[in-house]
């Protein structure tokens, strides 16, 4: 593999699962297949577990680690081709990505939807640059439309957790005080139904995710009838995809709180959540710490998907 940006990537999936499952009961196992390899990982945004799990896989792979906050001791970065740079910005992206290119061997980047130009966002400008510049395999640690190493770790919960072969998964949205990226729900849609789950997304109207990741799945406008025989409830919050709304916040709705009462109306579902999360706006204190709840194995998992990530980079490397 030499980059990872999306489901497909990953080829096989039956494979890259077992691989998952294998890595989790010996976290070592590879550890010599990335001596002497560095790892970049370059954020434009904050992060809590992207941070620490990628990291602590590529020391399970035995790879040296070095972490750039773009905001925090680097310079000020312009990223729009052909502007006079007589303001706050002195460097460019573009001779950035190359230089960064230089010290490492593989690239993580986190580079958050700005959420003012659905274009912009929806061509992937930021993490395409580094592909093309960088001269090196790169992997999204969420980008602007997608997260995939959080829905990777999604799918190995749910297949440690499902009692039936093909589980009802159903994505609901939750209201949140804040204009949020659609990377989480694009990219967990487009897994999930990459694995042959019943999927059903549940939203207020104006939340229509992009088809090209929705493709296979349902909508059920009403919530509560969405929950009804669901075997893993994932909650998120995203702001409008459409182009009239882009990044708008059109609801901030509360009765789409999940709580015990959607809860009780499924197949005794599991609660998912990729976190972080706003108790009492997404999920109540009730459902996150009830015996159903899922976050705290779900964000374990995202070190064995960053495992399985870099090890088939380290393995694709000339
Ligand atoms: C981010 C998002 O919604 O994309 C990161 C989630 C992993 N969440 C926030 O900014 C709160
Ligand atoms: N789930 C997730 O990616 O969390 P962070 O934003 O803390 O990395």
Sequence with gaps: MR???EV???GNLHQALQEALEIKKERFKYVELGRN????MVFFNSSLRTRLSTQKAAMNLGMNVIVLDINQGAWKLETERGVVMDGDKSEH?????????CYCDIIGIRSFAQLENREDDYQEKILNQFIQYSGRPVFSMEAATGHPLQSFADWITIEENKSVERPKVVLTWAPHPKALPQAVPNSFVQWMVAVGYE???THPRGYELDEKFTAGARIEYDQMKAMQGAHFVYA???SAASLEHYGQVLSMERSWTVSRRQMDVTDNAFFMHCLPVRRNMIVTDEVIEGPRSLVIPEAANREISATVVIKKILEGLE
């Design 93 to 101: 992206l573009l001779e950035a990505i190359p230089v960064m290119g």
């Design 37 to 40: 390899k560095t790892l970049l």
């Design 8 to 10: 497909k990537d990953l």
């Design 236 to 238: 998120k919050n995203w």
């Design 3 to 5: 980059h990872f940006t």
């Design 199 to 201: 999927v059903v997304i």
